[in-house]
């Protein structure tokens, strides 16, 4: 497993230094800037450092973890931003031309899993992003609990610890395919 981090400041310009970086990592692994996987894994990057600087005015860290190899077909991306505020994030549901409240339903909707959980004075808030070979559904939700539909509410298991939450992304999601033009 390689694991990459970058500590991001405050200024919400940081959010677009965290794009440029995700993006250099995943040049630097061989994949293509342009590829779905690529732009799919930069977009939640953007979304959860955009959350964490917006919503808690605070350094955080943000950690790309990169299972397998993806550059031939198979493995996970964890993505994973961890800040000092212990406030739990919270899925909205923007209206019409709301400019804000869209970022966790994304995550949502183009993650694989994600969730949060408690640590130290504050919180990880991660995603992950499976590629080829069927991952998704081999491995997701084994020994883990059962979102109900917004981070930090799960059912738990033996081995699922309740200050984490997770939540799984629908079974009849299509998988992310790189998209050749």
């Not at 923007?94 to 804000?100: E, Q, R, V, Y």
């Not at 930090?152 to 610890?161: F, K, L, Q, R």
């Amino acid at each position: 497993m390689l694991q990459v981090q970058l500590e991001v400041g405050t200024d919400p310009k940081e959010v677009g230094r965290a794009r440029r970086w995700a993006r250099s990592r995943l040049v630097d692994l061989g994949m293509e800037p342009d590829e779905s996987l690529s732009e799919t894994l930069v977009l939640l990057v953007s979304e959860l450092v955009t959350n964490a600087v917006v919503h808690t005015g605070r350094p955080a860290v943000l950690r790309m973890a990169l299972s397998g190899c993806l550059v031939t077909g198979s493995g996970t991306v964890r993505i994973e931003v961890v800040d000092a505020c212990a406030v739990p994030p919270r899925r909205c549901r923007a209206d019409g031309d709301d400019t804000h409240g869209r970022g966790l339903e994304l995550v949502g909707g183009l993650a694989d899993r994600w969730g949060w959980r408690c640590e130290g004075s504050g919180k990880r808030v991660w995603c992950e992003l499976d590629r080829g070979c069927g991952a998704a559904s081999a491995g997701a939700g084994a020994g883990a609990g059962t979102g109900t539909g917004t981070a930090g509410e799960v059912e738990s298991t033996a081995s699922t610890a309740s200050t984490e939450g997770f939540v799984e992304a629908p079974r009849d999601r299509p998988a992310v395919q790189p998209a050749r033009t």
